[in-house]
């Protein structure tokens, strides 16, 4: 009998609003250590927590999204445990009553199947500071820069039973959190970050004890982790062993999980209500408020952009695989009203491009009103598809738009029947033998006279003028 794998994730989302959750304190990533941490932050006495509004939208947006309760009343709360970076040996989260209750769903695709993934709740937390192991030799520095930044844990059932099942709700909780506008899911940074419960067990028995990854940044990691430690338990079960209930660390480098602490039950945090934070109450009113601002979400855009663009489900899913990839899109198609070309640019040459120098698409030299603008001189003939592409590479050099280049550099098509017919003639004469073979039965012969006419044009000869003069020319 073969093992089965359980799998629960606990995702936690950095919200992008301008201040911490109960601080004034900026959250801007990259600042000097500890600049960024004021008297409430550091844990000093007498200080009072205010929240801060913004969250609020915020986590119901995403509780409006994945279907969930949305908590009427929702009470924060302390988690207490002693930690480096949590200088005021409480972390202020929810746990009876979270902002997202019960109810919500996530469908993922892997290998075709179509899967639902429950959610179990979202709350409200603070983030802890960070301990730096790598400035100090011999020693750990603790930067609180980061006490206190608003996260929203999403925690899953444990419905995953394969480490690509895992990734796969990972990448698209991951869409939807950006889709949604509450972060920016930058996951070098940490602000969206990945923690792993797995656990095996013989199928019709009780689950097995589980193990918790920790922290886990990236989803070629989160795939390797969990990979591993399937792998560790299986070999300890199978050794007559038993798995010990703990937080593990993966590391990347040597590809294994290694223990960090034993894992307390939610009983050895001593929760309880915060005094200082009054219960939170969301109205009818105020979640139909947040549920009018709504944006279109990744699998209703996807599906429009098939029955109104016409696209294939390929290129829908990969042209709404970011919601800055999908705004990018359609700000072309505005523009340039042909929706297939579009989708094929921005796929092909816009993407490699992206992909080789590294950068996101809201770092792209050419914007999508200058990709538009390129477009139009294909569509009215100016230039041949192949030149395009010659002109995009100058346009991604910041060379002028694409009129200007093709001004520039000469790159005009000839349209013109009679120029294009005395090309073809200057071919035909200098290949008789090719002629000879192409009407003796060699069609494929076709291909190499096109190529030639082209050549000697430089590529400006109007592809479709070529094809029908030489159909005439050899008829």
């Not at 799998?7 to 989302?13: F, Q, R």
């Not at 886990?216 to 299986?234: G, H, M, P």
């Amino acid at each position: 009998m073969t093992w089965e794998v359980v799998i629960g994730l606990e995702i936690h989302a950095q919200l992008n609003t301008n201040t911490k959750i109960f601080s004034g304190s900026s959250i801007a990533y990259g600042a000097e250590p500890n600049t960024q941490a004021n008297l409430l932050d550091l844990g000093m006495p007498g200080q009072l927590p205010v929240l801060n509004k913004a969250v609020l939208p915020k986590a119901i947006r995403f509780g409006l999204a994945v279907g969930a309760t949305i908590g009427r009343r929702s009470v924060f709360d302390r988690k207490n445990y002693f930690y480096p970076d949590l200088p005021k040996g409480y972390q202020t989260s929810q746990f009876s009553y979270p902002i997202v209750d019960k109810g919500g769903v996530l469908e993922i695709e892997v290998d075709g199947e179509t899967k639902k993934i429950g959610i179990t709740r979202a709350h409200l937390e603070e983030d802890a500071g960070k301990s730096v192991h790598d400035a100090f030799p011999g020693q750990t520095g603790i930067d609180l820069n980061r006490a206190g930044t608003p996260l929203l844990e999403i925690v899953s059932e444990p419905d995953m039973r394969s480490a690509q099942e895992a990734v796969a709700y990972a990448r698209k909780m991951h869409e939807l959190v950006q889709y949604l506008g509450i972060c920016d899911g930058n996951m070098q940074e940490g602000s969206f970050r990945v923690d792993s419960n797995v656990s095996i067990h013989k199928p019709g028995t009780p689950f097995g004890t589980r193990a918790e990854l920790k922290n886990i940044n990236s989803f070629k990691f989160i795939e390797q982790a969990i990979e591993y430690e399937i792998a560790r338990q299986i070999e300890i079960l199978e050794s007559g062993g038993k798995v010990v209930q703990e937080t593990r660390l993966y590391d990347s480098e040597k590809n294994e999980t290694r223990s960090m602490r034993a894992k307390e039950e939610a009983n050895d945090y001593r929760y309880f209500p915060c005094p200082d934070l009054l219960p939170v109450v969301v109205t009818d009113e105020d979640i139909e408020a947040i549920r009018a601002e709504m944006p279109e979400l990744p699998g209703a855009k996807r599906a429009r952009y098939v029955s109104e663009f016409g696209l294939s489900d390929y290129d829908a899913s990969f042209l709404t695989g970011s919601r800055a990839m999908a705004e990018y899109f359609e700000a072309v198609v505005s523009h340039s009203k042909d929706a297939k070309m579009s989708a094929n640019w921005v796929m092909g040459e816009l993407s490699k491009s992206l992909n080789q120098q590294g950068i996101d698409i809201n770092e792209s030299p050419v914007s999508a009103e200058a990709l538009a603008g390129l477009l139009a001189r294909i569509q009215d003939n100016t230039i041949s598809g192949k030149i395009a592409k010659q002109v995009f590479d100058a346009m991604w050099n910041q060379e002028g738009s694409a009129d200007e280049i093709i001004t520039a550099k000469g790159l005009k098509q000839i349209t013109d029947s009679s120029a294009i017919e005395a090309l073809v003639d200057e071919v035909l004469a200098a290949n008789t033998a090719q002629v000879e073979a192409y009407r003796n039965g060699q069609d494929k012969m076709f291909g190499y006279f096109v190529g030639q006419v082209m050549k000697v044009s430089q590529g400006q000869a109007n592809p479709g003028q070529v094809n029908e003069i030489l159909k005439r020319k050899l008829s």
